[in-house]
Every structure is written in structure tokens, then in C-alpha cells.
């Protein structure tokens, strides 16, 4: 069965001696393997205000704590992405406004997301879903109009592009994730990007427990209660070794990606997304909606391809009902859309056979 997401390994022969140095090296915790994977991802997304972390969710976690996100106030989020992009907003007692998708794309629709916006309005999240970039032209024009600060969820999406760029320093903060199925893995890990070399220092401190590294123990005064939101040096040593491959790696899912754009173009009983202006996709999964999705499932499977919805809408959750509210755009996309593999592990043949099956039909 082709599988719908993989984790990418860098070669034994590079990974293993780098991971057998650092683990006997002595020093496994924060140190200069973490600083030194943190330069070379802020030199991939061309932003070197960056700060790597234990996590996707510890990267929302402090976007969120940065803008002193808490009870009372309204953060205006997306249901159609993981879990952890509203799992992190609930944590800090902030409400989950939901703003509807475009039924096109399944990305959040900048007229719904204006109607949204309240007095108590403290941020926008934005979700690039599947490797799918937002229309950034128009929530960076609400996000200037109303002054709200906009927070990019880019766990699904390293690698995608707004406006010939790699996303990461668009909005004021970009968070990444670094978990088994995205990517890039390190394993577990994430990156916080900021727009403002001014957001950098207090982050640095909530990363670690309101502490700060550059000054000694005795010296520091914690005046606000941080996490333990760090990355090691063993995770950061599998990071840089990782990061070597993962622009040819990106380039493999976005060479599957255009190929489905351009094979599946017409196919009776798909339709595909459209891609908003100035962006480019980086396909982690391939979207695309389809007729009778039931049976569509059944024939890939039976051709050995995994199709598969793989995320659940999230207003669903009972940690949610208060801010229940209809959103036709994603019933409706919700009912239609399908993902298919589009990974660095679909070979030329895999593709061809994709194409194949679904233009035999269902
Ligand atoms: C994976 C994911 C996260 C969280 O990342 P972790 O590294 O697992 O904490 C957040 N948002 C989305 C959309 C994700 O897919």
C-alpha cells in the first residue's frame, strides 16, 4: 500500500555517526548543536529571528503567550486542521472563534474571518492545511485594516511559498512542526519564526522557564513563569543532518504535486483546488475533491493506494461547544474532499499508476 505519509530519514551513513558524536559527547542538553541547527533553519526560510523547540504545540503555545492570549479574549481559528491549533488556543482560556473555509480550498476565507473579528479579537490563525497556502494578499491587507496580528500554523506546509518565499517571515509569527509525519522530522521538534527581532528575547525566555541562558543562575530574576519548551542536542543533531536533504526532499512532494495538478486536470469526477494568487503549495498531502468519495476510497485501496480524509474538523470536540456555529463552506468541503500520497516516497511509476487508476474511474 502506498501510504498517505512517511517519515523521510536521512541516509544511515550520514545520520548515525552524527547521532553516536553528540549522544557520548557529554552534553545532550541545550547547547551548541540546538544553536547551530536554529541558524541553518533560519537560513532555510530566510529569517534568522528563530528559536527551535520541543514542539509544533509549544510554538503555537508561545505565539499565543507573546500576545498575552487568556480568558476573555478571541482568537479567530480554523476547524479544518490537526487537533493542536485549537488545543493550544483552549489552553490558555481564549475563546475559538470559527471563521468558515473557502469550500474550494478547505483554507480559511478571509470575508468570513472579517465578520468574525470582534473588540476582543487578540489574533488570527491561519492554517496552510496539507502543504495549501492561505491567500495571504488578503489576510495581510484585514491583518493591517484592523491591526490583528496574524499567526501562521505552518506544521503542514515547510517548504511553501508566499509571494516567491519560503513561508516564515510573512506574518508576525510563523510556527513550524517537526513531528514524525510532517516534512521534516527531527523525530519530535518545532520552530517558532518571528517577523520582529524585538519578539526573539522574551520567547527565548519562556522557552526556557522564564530563565535566561545568557546570564548566570544567581543573576536571573524570573519575572514571568516560562515552559520547558527547548530542543536537545541530540534532537538538533538529527535536525541538521535532516535539513541537508530536505530542500531536495520538499522538491520531490511539489514535483508530484504539479504532476497530479497537471494529469488529474479534467479527470471525470474530480475537481481539483485552486491555488490562491502568489502562493505555491509544498503538497505534504494532495488534495483534491472528489465524486462518491466512499467508493473512490475502496478503488485506491484496491489498487494499493491509501486515499484518506486523515483530519477531522475540529469543531466537533466537546472542549469546543461554545463556540459552535454553522459553517456551510466546510460542510461542503468537508463532504468532498480526498487526499492522496504525493510524498518524497511516490516514485515516477507510483504517479503514473495514480493517474491511471483514477482516470479509469470509480
Ligand atoms: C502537527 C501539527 C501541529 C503540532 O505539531 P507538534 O510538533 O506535533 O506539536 C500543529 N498544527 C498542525 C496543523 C499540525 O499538523
Redesign the pocket.
Known amino acids: 500500500m502506498i501510504p498517505l505519509v512517511k517519515p523521510y530519514i536521512a541516509d544511515r551513513c550520514k545520520m548515525m555517526p552524527a547521532i553516536e558524536q553528540i549522544l557520548y559527547s557529554g552534553y545532550i542538553a541545550e547547547g551548541e548543536a540546538v544553536y547551530k541547527f536554529e541558524k541553518e533553519f533560519g537560513d532555510y526560510i530566510g529569517n534568522p529571528n528563530v528559536l527551535v523547540l520541543?514542539?509544533?504545540?509549544?510554538?503555537?503555545h508561545i505565539a499565543l503567550l507573546l500576545l498575552d492570549v487568556g480568558k476573555g479574549d478571541e482568537i479567530i481559528s480554523t476547524a479544518m486542521?490537526?487537533?493542536?491549533?485549537n488545543t493550544?488556543i483552549a489552553i490558555t482560556g481564549a475563546k475559538v472563534v470559527w471563521a468558515d473555509v473557502d469550500e474550494k480550498t478547505g483554507l480559511l476565507d478571509p470575508e468570513s474571518v472579517r465578520r468574525k473579528i470582534t473588540p476582543r479579537t487578540k489574533a488570527i490563525m491561519l492554517?496552510h492545511?496539507a502543504g495549501m497556502v492561505c491567500d495571504m494578499d488578503e489576510f495581510n491587507k484585514i491583518s493591517k485594516e484592523y491591526n490583528i496580528p496574524i499567526i501562521e500554523?505552518t506544521?503542514?506546509a515547510l517548504g511553501s511559498k508566499y509571494d516567491g518565499k519560503i513561508i516564515g517571515s510573512n506574518s508576525r509569527f510563523t510556527?513550524?512542526?517537526?513531528?514524525?509525519?510532517?516534512q521534516m522530522t527531527t523525530v519530535?521538534?518545532?520552530a517558532i519564526a518571528f517577523r520582529d527581532e524585538a519578539d526573539v528575547a522574551a520567547a527565548r525566555k519562556l522557552r526556557w522557564f522564564g530563565l535566561d541562558k545568557k546570564v548566570s543562575r544567581l543573576e536571573n530574576d524570573i519575572t514571568r513563569a516560562g515552559y520547558k519548551y527547548g530542543m536537545n542536542n541530540v534532537t538538533a543533531t538529527i535536525g541538521s543532518v535532516q535539513l541537508q536533504d530536505t530542500p531536495d526532499i520538499i522538491a520531490r512532494y511539489v514535483s508530484n504535486g504539479k504532476y497530479f495538478d497537471e494529469k488529474l486536470a479534467g479527470a471525470s469526477g474530480v475537481t481539483l483546488v485552486p491555488y490562491y494568487n502568489n502562493t505555491e503549495p509544498s503538497y505534504w498531502l494532495y488534495t483534491m475533491k472528489v465524486e462518491k468519495r466512499d467508493d473512490f476510497i475502496k478503488m485506491m485501496e484496491s489498487k494499493g493506494i491509501l486515499a484518506s480524509t486523515l483530519?477531522h474538523r475540529s469543531d466537533t470536540h466537546s472542549v469546543f461547544n461554545e463556540s459552535k456555529c454553522e459553517l456551510p463552506g466546510l460542510d461542503k468541503f468537508y463532504s468532498e474532499f480526498i487526499h492522496i500520497p504525493s510524498g518524497w516516497w511516490v516514485t515516477d511509476e507510483d504517479r503514473e499508476m495514480i493517474v491511471d487508476a483514477i482516470r479509469q474511474g470509480w
Open positions: 520541543s514542539s509544533g504545540t509549544a510554538a503555537l486542521t490537526a487537533e493542536p491549533t493550544t492554517v492545511y500554523d506544521a503542514h510556527c513550524y512542526s517537526f513531528q514524525a509525519i510532517k519530535d521538534g518545532g483530519h
